[in-house]
């Protein structure tokens, strides 16, 4: 079945780095743009960034551009995101999921938590 | 930046009918796009292009989208549609960003 499965998560001090991934199965992950979208605790959905699905184009929220970088590997099936700089404001759950420019985002990961705490 | 507007909450009685709107600048000359979420879960697509459902959401749920208002409806409630409910449109006009809305939490009473 169709299947999103993200790691990489964890504590991170201010300043720090992380790099998530996200594992794609059940699906043509090479024929598909990815994005991923963030929670804050008790907050809303936040989307954050997306790449095409030949990677030639990467699009990133004005609250993480310069200091996210989205990538894809598709002989892998795997979704990345390289998180540095980060902030107590960027602790959230992070979830990847599939979607195109207008289409919606299906499916969805399970999300990954992120804690930026010193 | 483009601006999504939801009312924080929505009650309703089982088997009564509920609707969530989003409101935007014209948000019917957009693709809406509708997600559930349970707490502790991931959000499910519920409807996308505006009125469209995916495979195994119930017929109960439903979407409609013109001028400046886009609203999801839902039919003959259930306590399992308790949930936060977000809108979600693609903002082609300010350097590609996609937008959700505050998000609506249901209360089914």
């Known amino acids: 079945q169709v299947q999103l499965v993200e790691s990489g998560g964890g504590v991170v001090q201010p300043g720090g780095s992380l790099r998530l991934s996200c594992a794609a199965s059940?699906?043509?992950?090479?024929?598909?743009?990815m994005h991923w979208v963030r929670q804050a605790p008790g907050k809303g959905l936040e989307w954050v960034a997306f790449i095409r699905y030949d990677g030639s184009n990467k699009y990133y929220a004005d609250s993480v551009k310069g200091r996210f970088t989205i990538s894809r590997d598709n002989s892998k099936n795997t979704l990345y995101l390289q998180m540095n700089s980060l902030r107590a404001e960027d602790t959230a759950v992070y979830y990847c999921?599939?979607?195109?420019?207008?289409?919606?985002?299906?499916?969805w990961g399970q999300g990954t938590l992120v804690t930026v705490s010193s | 930046s483009y601006v999504l507007t939801q009312p924080p909450s929505v009650s309703v009685a089982p088997g009564k009918t509920a609707r969530i709107t989003c409101g935007g600048n014209n948000i019917g000359s957009k693709s809406v796009h509708w997600y559930q979420q349970k707490p502790g879960q991931a959000p499910v697509l519920v409807i996308y292009y505006d009125s469209d459902r995916p495979s195994g959401i119930p017929e109960r749920f439903s979407g409609s989208n013109s001028g400046n208002t886009a609203t999801l409806t839902i039919s003959r409630v259930e306590a399992g549609d308790e949930a936060d409910y977000y809108c979600q449109v693609w903002d082609s006009s300010s350097d590609h960003s996609w937008v959700f809305g505050g998000g609506t939490k249901l209360t089914v009473l």
């Open positions: 999921a599939s979607g195109d420019s207008v289409s919606g985002f299906d499916p």
């Open positions: 059940g699906f043509t992950f090479s024929s598909y743009g």
